[in-house]
């Protein structure tokens, strides 16, 4: 009864402070815009967010087995807050510059860096306490609140903002995130008598090339995530259609994620984890392909629900091989790893992105985009086939 209680915590504080994230997204470059007049400072708190998360191979090996205790998470979820408050503060004093932008940036990085992976970790360590492939349902249901957020957060977001209400989100966003740890506080300790151990994130892949094979493809995918986004924005521009497009593509991707969401479970208990997720990314990449080719908003959504079916399913596999394989400090390792490759490969392909299609073209770029997605998963199954890692013992138990 205490596992479910404590996966409930954590569930709960994890979508309430997504889902204010979602919403503060909206205003957050509004009231920066205002406070400094620069359209380029913006992007600073994001950007800067990144940078710690990129390189938390190396600083944080340490500090995220340090993160195995609700209190713990408490604590780093406290730091967040306060970098969150600390731009609406200035904010309101007239205080807000580049500079403090960038601070605030740097310090919700390193939140999340040991935040994200250490609270999917507490999760998935409440689940083996609550029972067989609790752990994975836990994860599946973690990422369907994500998807939630995603899908509603936005929408709300907008209508508070066109009603004048725009540093209050930001406030919102900060207490949530204490809310959340406050949540987690609740949440025991997993710890042994003997040494804490503390792999890196490349030890922690020795003897799990399925977890190389699964975080290829997903790579993949989140470096391609820009043709999706940036290239239906500018599809709709192009076309007088402004928004059309991407609210398409956007609104059937979140429908067939939490479809995806209610139906992965079943599926990767009855299949090869990782032929899922390779599969379940190359048909995401065929649903781009089709976005490329037949460019009317209704075919955009509906080759974006397809994709979001299909990614939430890959997404649930690639956890299968990770919870059923790992445990303790090892899960944490793999865990940040795995947050490492989708946060590099999305801001790799962001970068990118923007030149591509201006050379290119937006429809290019999403078949383009697609076939290179569909293509590695095809390389990947073949590899697989070839190194015989499919019929690999650790995967057949984890079916």
């Known amino acids: 009864m205490r596992a479910r209680t404590e996966a409930l915590a954590l569930l709960v504080g994890s979508g309430t402070a997504d889902f204010a994230f979602r919403i503060a997204q909206v205003a957050l470059p509004l009231v920066i815009l205002r406070e400094t007049g620069s359209v380029a400072a913006t992007g600073l708190v994001g950007g800067a967010a990144g940078v710690p998360?990129?390189?938390?191979p190396w600083w944080a090996r340490k500090a995220r087995q340090w993160v195995d205790s609700g209190p713990r998470l408490a604590i780093v979820a406290l730091v967040s807050a306060i970098a969150l408050a600390s731009v609406p503060a200035a904010a309101g004093l007239g205080l807000l510059s580049p500079e403090l932008l960038i601070l605030s940036g740097l310090l919700l990085g390193c939140g999340d860096a040991l935040a994200n992976p250490g609270r999917s970790a507490l999760l998935a360590d409440t689940g083996?306490?609550?029972?067989?492939?609790?752990?994975?349902l836990l994860l599946t249901w973690?990422?369907?609140?994500?998807?939630?957020g995603m899908l509603a957060g936005p929408s709300v977001g907008?209508?508070?903002?066109?009603?004048?209400?725009?540093?209050?989100?930001?406030?919102?966003e900060a207490i949530a995130v204490a809310g959340a740890g406050l949540l987690a506080c609740t949440v025991r300790a997993q710890r042994s008598a003997q040494a804490v151990e503390m792999p890196s994130i490349r030890d922690s892949l020795r003897g799990r090339t399925e977890v190389v094979y699964g975080w290829i493809v997903r790579g993949t995918g989140c470096a391609m995530w820009f043709a999706f986004t940036l290239g239906l924005s500018v599809l709709g521009e192009q076309r007088g259609q402004p928004g059309v497009y991407l609210a398409a593509g956007m609104t059937g991707y979140g429908v067939g994620s939490l479809i995806g969401t209610a139906v992965s479970l079943a599926v990767v208990r009855r299949t090869k984890p990782v032929l899922t997720a390779v599969?379940?990314?190359?048909?995401?990449?065929?649903?781009w392909i089709g976005m490329g080719v037949?460019?009317?908003?209704?075919?955009?959504?509906?080759?974006?629900?397809?994709?979001?079916?299909?990614?939430?399913?890959?997404?649930?596999?690639?956890?299968?091989?990770?919870?059923?394989?790992?445990?303790?400090?090892?899960?944490r390792a793999l865990l940040s790893g795995q947050s490492v490759v989708v946060n590099a490969s999305s801001a790799v392909g962001m970068l990118a992105g923007g030149p591509i299609i201006g050379m290119v073209g937006a429809a290019h770029t999403l078949v383009g985009a697609g076939l290179v997605t569909s293509s590695?998963?095809?390389?990947?199954?073949?590899?697989?086939?070839?190194?015989?890692?499919?019929?690999?013992?650790?995967?057949?138990?984890?079916?």
């Not at 973690?142 to 939630?148: F, T, V």
């Not at 599969?279 to 649903?287: D, V």
């Open 279 to 287: 599969a379940a990314w190359g048909w995401s990449g065929l649903c």
């Open 53 to 56: 998360v990129l390189l938390s």
């Open 158 to 172: 907008a209508l508070a903002v066109s009603a004048g209400i725009t540093n209050q989100l930001l406030w919102v």
């Open 294 to 331: 037949w460019t009317t908003p209704p075919m955009v959504a509906l080759m974006g629900g397809l994709s979001g079916v299909a990614v939430v399913i890959g997404i649930a596999a690639i956890s299968v091989l990770i919870t059923r394989s790992s445990a303790g400090a090892g899960r």
């Open 142 to 148: 973690q990422d369907g609140l994500r998807r939630i």
């Open 128 to 136: 083996d306490r609550w029972g067989d492939g609790r752990a994975v």
């Open 376 to 399: 590695v998963a095809v390389l990947i199954l073949v590899r697989c086939q070839t190194a015989g890692h499919v019929g690999d013992h650790h995967v057949g138990r984890a079916a």
